[in-house]
């Protein structure tokens, strides 16, 4: 299959964010230690293009409304039985090499992996591992902005405006390319399948993320609500990557 090719913003490599869509499943304690043990494995021959990366618990709020309304709802909010289960940044040479890197993650085995370019990097600590919360920025399709445009850049303002406000609180953060860019990674009976586009279609496209440290759920959340986006989504990092 034929792929975008795209252009770094900065420097030879690009980073791309992996959303990890993973099928609910109930597995035995044996069954949990074979897919640990593959995670490991995936870290030891990925780890020097991984930049950040973790499982996320279940739990999540939602805040919608931007900053000056924010509204406040808890979750979590999956209309099926698969969810956002992790993420990793990743750090490649071109698309091609992302997907490779996309292939081998094991939640692509079972479910899913949305492979999004990163447009912009907010001077992230990557190498940082105090994170603890996952901020994810979510906007109606109508209301994406392409990345370099004068209204991409006006909100870009805004995004100074809350990092000047949250301090030491990010830990690192990042817009995505729009979504026709994201491409979805699947791995069936040893062979990869390959689809332009989000893993779904959805009334909410996401795009950017931050990573946040802070002391509990509820300055997390007061965090979240600062961020100017129509909907951010919280989750807790669950800190059982070892990277």
């Given at each position: 299959m034929e792929h975008k090719v795209?252009?770094?913003?900065?420097?030879?490599?690009?980073?791309?964010?992996?959303?990890?869509?993973?099928?609910d499943r109930d597995l035995t304690p044996d069954e949990q230690a074979t897919e640990m043990a593959a995670y490991q494995s995936f870290h030891a021959s990925a780890r020097s293009a991984i930049r950040a990366g973790d499982a996320l618990t279940p739990e999540s709020t939602r805040i919608s409304g931007g900053p000056d309304a924010p509204t406040i709802t808890d979750g979590p909010f999956a209309e099926g039985a698969e969810v956002a289960g992790g993420y990793y940044v990743f750090e490649a040479e071109n698309l091609d090499d992302a997907l490779e890197l996309a292939r081998g993650i094991p939640a692509a085995r079972h479910g899913?992996?949305?492979?999004?370019?990163?447009?912009?990097?907010?001077?992230?600590?990557?190498?940082?591992?105090?994170?603890?919360?996952?901020?994810?920025?979510?906007e109606p399709p109508s209301s994406v902005n392409t990345p370099g445009t004068p209204e991409w850049q006006a909100e870009a303002e805004r995004h100074g405006e809350f990092a000047a406000a949250a301090g030491d609180?990010?830990?690192g953060g990042a817009a995505l390319h729009e979504p026709a860019t994201a491409t979805t990674v699947r791995v069936r009976d040893g062979q990869a399948?390959?689809?332009?586009?989000?893993?779904?279609?959805?009334?909410?496209?996401?795009?950017?993320?931050?990573?946040?440290?802070?002391?509990?759920?509820?300055?997390?959340?007061?965090?979240?609500?600062m961020i100017p986006a129509s909907t951010v989504e919280v989750r807790q990092l669950a800190g059982v990557s070892g990277l």
């Open positions: 795209l252009l770094t913003t900065g420097g030879d490599d690009m980073q791309y964010l992996a959303l990890l869509i993973r099928q899913a992996i949305e492979l999004r370019p990163i447009f912009h990097t907010f001077d992230a600590e990557w190498s940082r591992s105090d994170a603890q919360w996952l901020a994810l920025l979510l609180h990010i830990v399948l390959l689809t332009d586009g989000p893993f779904a279609e959805s009334a909410e496209i996401a795009t950017g993320f931050y990573l946040l440290t802070a002391a509990d759920r509820d300055e997390a959340v007061k965090l979240a609500s």
